[in-house]
């Protein structure tokens, strides 16, 4: 959210969630499901899934 400059109130909206949701997801008090990740995707135009995966890829690729 800092890179993109956008406040907890406007993700929420940009969701379709609460803010006190979003709260929580950035605590870590709130398990993010499929469905959540796909609306992080989209209200912030990145692909969380792609780069967790080739943060995985990466580090196993080094270990080897």
Do not use: P
Request: glycine share 4%.
């Amino acid at each position: 959210m800092d890179d993109q400059s956008i406040t907890q109130v406007e993700l929420a909206k940009r969701m379709g969630c609460t803010q006190q949701y979003v709260s929580n997801l950035l605590k870590g008090s709130s398990n993010m499901t499929l469905e959540t990740i796909a609306r992080l995707e989209n209200a912030l135009s990145i692909d969380l899934v792609k780069s967790a995966l080739h943060s995985t890829q990466c580090t196993a690729t080094k270990s080897s």
